[in-house]
């Protein structure tokens, strides 16, 4: 039995080569801002997107947050803000995550840093997952 894809709404702050790779990746389905006609709308817009269309939202905006959206309350949010200024970190970033952490995406907020995944869960309970 093969694994379900993973759907993603990429916002409009991550690199269209980025986009590229993971539309190009069999076990994802991604959907772009620009796509769904999200250009420039606001955060709240492109969460209520992904949540009526069962998308994890990969955002490189600090406001995409668990102070912002509630954990549970949406797919799952990617937060790769850390890595807006080095787009070919970010993508090893989320490439890691998608080896190591897959599993821990659903309904949490995940924040790509240097050294690790941080994974916000429920009440706000942070896991911390060494890309190592």
Known sequence: MSARKLKILADENIPGFICKW????????LE????ANLTGQ????????ATAHKRI????????????YIICTHPGIINVSKFNTRPYSCK?????????ARKQIDHNVIYLQEAQI?????????????YK
């Open 118 to 130: 941080c994974v916000v869960k429920p009440g706000n309970k942070k896991e911390m997952i060494p």
């Open 57 to 68: 939202v990969l955002a490189g905006d600090k406001a995409f947050s668990e102070q912002n």
């Open 42 to 49: 606001e955060d709240s817009s492109v969460v209520a997107h």
């Open 92 to 100: 090893e970033k989320i490439s890691r995550l998608l080896t190591k």
């Open 32 to 35: 772009t801002a620009h796509e």
């Open 22 to 29: 993971l539309k190009d990746m069999k076990r994802i389905d």
